[in-house]
């Protein structure tokens, strides 16, 4: 089955070759249904240029299929604008980790049921760890021993951070409604 129509709509709106991505999309999900997906796009500036890419999170009765676009400029060696598309598909049973982060502004006024301003969606499956080091210390504010060093190791293959100041409130709540939708798949798989 192609992207769903949502799903092709959600592509199109980002404007960033919806095209190349539903056909990478179609040959991941080789005929399954999609049952949710989130659209991701970002925009990245350095000093000399703007760079922008897409992560596409899809959801199939069997598989998080994942799709990531980039765009490189032209350069010396390369004359026009080019694009690399990678897509991942994990079975659910091998989804380790679904992490989710709300943001919320004035905790203590928030009422139930009121959407965060900002979701933090991070996803493990033992593919990425990402390793967090600092300088280990004995507690005594006059040691200057070299205690090594500590850390903590943490899955992290995908991590997609959606925000109402930079994308606006419906993209939080379509962040929202996949990340349910994720959640509830996963606990259903043995």
Do not use: N
């Amino acid at each position: 089955m192609r992207p769903t129509t949502d799903l092709r709509e959600s592509l199109h709106l980002t404007g960033y070759y919806p095209e190349l991505v539903a056909d990478v999309l179609d040959v991941a999900l080789a005929g399954e249904d999609v049952l949710a997906h989130l659209v991701h796009p970002e925009t990245m500036f350095d000093r000399t240029e703007v760079r922008r890419h897409v992560t596409v999170l899809v959801l199939t009765a069997t598989r998080l299929v994942l799709a990531h676009v980039d765009d490189h400029p032209a350069d010396a060696e390369h004359p026009s604008t080019s694009a690399s598309a990678t897509t991942e598909s994990v079975p659910l049973r091998h989804l380790h980790t679904v992490a989710l982060t709300h943001g919320v502004p004035v905790p203590e006024k928030h009422r139930r049921g009121a959407p965060p301003t900002e979701l933090t969606l991070s996803l493990g499956w033992g593919a990425v760890r990402r390793v967090d080091l600092e300088p280990a210390t004995c507690g005594d504010p006059q040691c200057d021993a070299d205690h090594g060093l500590t850390g903590t190791i943490s899955p992290d293959d995908v991590v997609v951070r959606v925000s109402e100041a930079a994308e606006g409130a419906d993209a939080v709540a379509a962040a929202l409604s996949f990340a349910r939708a994720l959640s509830l798949a996963t606990a259903r798989v043995s």
